[in-house]
């Protein structure tokens, strides 16, 4: 019987006792310069990737885990320490490293303007591919991938699903041993993430492929077999992922309450001495205690009535953030509450609505992105616009915030028509966009100025929103630092505080928290339910379904259209199943998705 096209190249290193081991790190330590900052990549790290393993590489931004997979392909080289990778020394021998492993950086790594077969080919070229050898390599490929239709579709075109299968098909041109994937997730939804993890775990069984991954996603770790944990360029510790969900046996419950909105539960909660973490679950509220305590209703929430508290087992989300929250604590000297005391929507009252679409309607040529979208947004509410990559949700959020005027129908913000009068809107509403439009040789301080005096802020209120921005956001060490240099969690505070400047009614957020570790999240959406809180009416995009459960609403887009509209509550209801009687956001979107309502073709 033949191989398989996909079947990895022999190690071509001398085999020894590491045999077992794909690739080893002893002692390395990286240093880099930004401006006159010395930053300390990785400190002294020392772990090993298994051969015929998922390896999951878990950190916060700029915990050093890009500097370590462009360490692993040979891209950089290390101030200290060996790196060793299929059995070479990939400091020594970096030519020959980089021709039997693949790399896929984030963002893909693909030429836009070039077709699909064009970028196949390219790559192909690059890594030496005999012509004859290419057809059912691409055959393969394509199949494997399901991009076989769109050969000739020019790579820009592509949804952010379809890119990223296109980026991981160049990097299969020639089948490695030992696969590098740096955040292949990051930017897109559910369903291409299942495709992804399919792809990935068929390369690995059926091709004996060694893989490592970077991910911002902590349920992606539970599906690898060992994750290596980084902070501040040190490694916290590496191991299978119950491993470390194991430590907190007896400290993860989900806590319900038929007093309180989840969102109010929650933030109730969280201020609990008792409680390191509080993030919403589903129609609850999954809280991690101290050790050593027992939680019950009473300790949790005295004088509330309707109150259950039950246990659940730990997961590998509950560990990290345990870990590096207490970390996180202890250089921040603890959390400050988020106030909008500043904010001048504060005194509206909630309710009425804002924000009003009826039969809107995008076309490009002959192609409709959106079309006869109907919905209306509540002030003070939160309202999440999702669906699948190339939806139609951007093309809708353009709309809404007058950056793209529509072909069809009537839409209305803060009570102006925006067919007629998009200025007048823009500036009752912020806008954060999914690509943070920052000024990155501009600092911090420079951002804050540049988009106050844009906003038309007078000069004294210029230096009261700024002196805020500065400490809500707590930018203030940071202040004279160059944007560009920021991690991306600092990035997005800043976006975030610069859509703030001028007190905005409504806020747009596009994917906000896109690639951003699990405690960025936790604090956004801590600073979102605050301006929830004081009236904001707030419309958030986001591929991360856990998120949708801090919305009020949600509405789930397919090819330009709505595929549902409801809370949370009633959207999950409407994907229930014998098989699946208590389905999540997330089945609940990929049922929805692979409807045939969903109207793919």
Request: aromatic share 6%; with cysteine; hydrophobic share 40%.
């Amino acid at each position: 019987m033949a191989a398989s096209a996909l079947q990895p190249q022999p190690p071509g290193g001398a085999p020894g006792a590491d045999d077992d081991i794909a690739l080893r790190f002893e002692g390395v330590s990286k240093t880099f310069l930004a401006g006159k900052r010395t930053i300390q990549a990785l400190r002294g790290v020392t772990l090993a990737a298994r051969h015929g393993q998922v390896t999951g590489l878990i950190g916060p931004d700029a915990a050093g885990k890009t500097t370590l997979m462009r360490l692993a392909a040979g891209l950089l080289l290390p101030d200290e320490g060996r790196i060793t990778a299929l059995g070479l020394d990939a400091t020594r021998d970096a030519l020959a490293v980089q021709a039997r492993l693949g790399y896929m950086p984030q963002r893909f790594g693909l030429y836009e303007d070039l077709t699909v077969q064009e970028n196949l080919d390219l790559y192909a070229d690059l890594q030496g591919v005999p012509k004859g050898a290419r057809k059912a390599r691409y055959d393969e490929l394509m199949g494997m991938t399901g991009l076989g239709p769109f050969t000739a579709r020019l790579a820009g075109r592509l949804s952010g699903g379809m890119k990223q299968k296109l980026g991981l098909a160049c990097t299969l041109v020639r089948p490695p041993r030992l696969l590098l994937l740096d955040e292949p997730t990051v930017g897109v939804d559910p369903v291409s993430r299942r495709e992804l993890w399919s792809i990935v775990y068929r390369l690995v069984q059926d091709a004996g492929m060694t893989v490592v991954l970077s991910t911002a996603y902590l349920d992606e770790a539970e599906r690898c077999h060992a994750v290596l944990m980084l902070h501040d360029g040190e490694l916290l510790g590496q191991g299978p992922p119950d491993e470390f969900s194991a430590e907190l046996r007896g400290r993860t419950f989900l806590v319900n309450s038929d007093a309180m909105s989840k969102r109010a539960l929650q933030q109730r909660l969280s201020r609990n001495a008792d409680v390191t973490d509080a993030i919403i679950q589903g129609e609850a509220v999954r809280i991690v205690t101290v050790e050593g305590a027992a939680p019950s209703a009473d300790t949790l929430l005295p004088a509330t009535q309707g109150v259950t508290v039950q246990p659940v087992a730990p997961r590998f989300e509950d560990s990290f953030v345990t870990l590096l929250g207490a970390r996180q604590r202890e250089a921040d000297g603890g959390q400050r509450d988020f106030t909008v005391a500043e904010h001048g929507a504060g005194g509206a009252e909630s309710g009425a609505p804002v924000i009003e679409v009826h039969h809107l309607s995008r076309r490009f040529g002959d192609f409709y992105a959106v079309k006869g979208v109907e919905f209306s947004v509540n002030r003070g509410e939160i309202f999440g616009l999702l669906g699948a990559n190339g939806a139609g949700k951007s093309t809708t959020f353009r709309m809404l915030c007058g950056l793209l005027p529509a072909t069809e129908g009537k839409l209305t913000v803060a009570g102006v028509d925006l067919r007629k009068a998009r200025a007048a809107a823009r500036g009752r509403i912020g806008y954060m966009s999914q690509k943070f439009s920052l000024y990155g040789n501009l600092s911090v301080r420079q951002n804050l100025e540049f988009f106050s005096r844009a906003y038309g802020l007078a000069r004294d209120r210029r230096a009261t929103r700024i002196a805020w921005a500065l400490e809500q956001f707590e930018l203030q060490p940071l202040a004279d630092a160059v944007s560009a240099d920021l991690s991306l969690g600092y990035k997005q505070r800043l976006a975030m505080a610069c859509a703030l400047m001028h007190e905005p009614d409504i806020l747009f957020l596009d994917e906000p928290t896109s690639g951003v570790d699990p405690l960025a999240r936790r604090e956004f959406w801590r600073r979102i339910n605050a301006l929830a809180e004081a009236h904001v009416t707030v419309l958030v995009t986001t591929h991360f379904m856990e998120e949708a459960e801090y919305c009020d609403r949600v509405t789930i887009m397919s090819a330009g259209e709505i595929l549902a509209l409801g809370t949370p509550a009633e959207i999950k209801a409407g994907a229930r199943t014998a098989g699946q009687p208590d389905p999540t956001m997330e089945d609940a979107f990929i049922h929805l998705i692979e409807s045939p309502a969903a109207g793919h073709g």
